[in-house]
T-cell receptor
Framework: DGGITQSPKYLFRKEGQNVTLSCEQN?????MYWYRQDPGQGLRLIYY???????QKGDIAEGYSVSREKKESFPLTVTSAQKNPTAFYLC????????????FGPGTRLTVL | GENVEQHPSTLSVQEGDSAVIKCTYS??????FPWYKQELGKGPQLIID?????GEKKDQRIAVTLNKTAKHFSLHITETQPEDSAVYFC???????????FGKGNQVVVIP
């Protein structure tokens, strides 16, 4: 079953702790994306990567970090520097080149207590 | 940068009626316009998209129209059913193919 997986579905952390969200895809897509979703805010881009070992900041990168060591994996770390980390985090991937379609994973809801 | 706006923010329709959601965009270079459906607690699902070289695309009960001159595109859902109740997001390409700019979403409620 091809697709994008995110784990875990729900994540709880104490304030001040770093936490890493997993995103894996077996679609052989070149590009991967991390979005943050808050109520009434739509989807805001955190980071994206078009190829392995390369990534770019999105609109709200402060307090987040990523890595892209493998084509199929794009983990997101929410650091203690992120002032309001509680949100729904969505990972997406795109085939690359002239293909525009982005496909989303099921999301991870992070709650910082 | 690209600015995408959606109207209305909430739409209630009777089952069987049609629903129309409109989005406007600002960047005349945008060339790809997808629509996503998001159910509560799930990731967005791509339901239909249109490229700038066509004016309309239809897939069963859903259709998308694009007016490049006016910089707006619309999602049309006919014969609405309760399972159409969800949040719908429109988007437009930004900086070529590499990014999408999303609208804030429309809550569609289909009343049985």
């Amino acid at each position: 079953d091809g697709g994008i997986t995110q784990s875990p579905k729900y994540l709880f952390r104490k304030e001040g702790q770093n936490v890493t969200l997993s995103c894996e895809q077996n679609l052989n897509h070149d590009a991967m994306y991390w979005y943050r979703q808050d109520p009434g805010q739509g989807l805001r881009l955190i980071y994206y990567s078009q190829i392995v070992n390369d990534f770019q900041k999105g609109d709200i990168a402060e307090g987040y970090s990523v890595s892209r060591e493998k084509k199929e994996s794009f983990p997101l770390t929410v650091t203690s520097a992120q002032k309001n980390p509680t949100a729904f985090y969505l990972c997406a991937s795109r085939s690359g080149g002239s293909y525009n379609e982005q496909f989303f994973g099921p999301g991870t809801r992070l709650t910082v207590l | 940068g690209e600015n995408v706006e959606q109207h209305p923010s909430t739409l209630s329709v009777q089952e069987g009626d049609s629903a129309v959601i409109k989005c406007t965009y600002s960047d005349s270079a945008s060339n790809y316009f997808p629509w996503y459906k998001q159910e509560l607690g799930k990731g967005p699902q791509l339901i239909i998209d249109i490229r700038s070289n066509v004016g309309e695309k239809k897939d069963q009960r859903i259709a998308v129209t694009l007016n490049k001159t006016a910089k707006h595109f619309s999602l049309h859902i006919t014969e609405t059913q309760p399972e159409d109740s969800a949040v719908y997001f429109c988007a437009a390409t930004l900086y070529g193919n590499n990014r999408l700019a999303f609208g804030k979403g429309n809550q569609v409620v289909v009343i049985p």
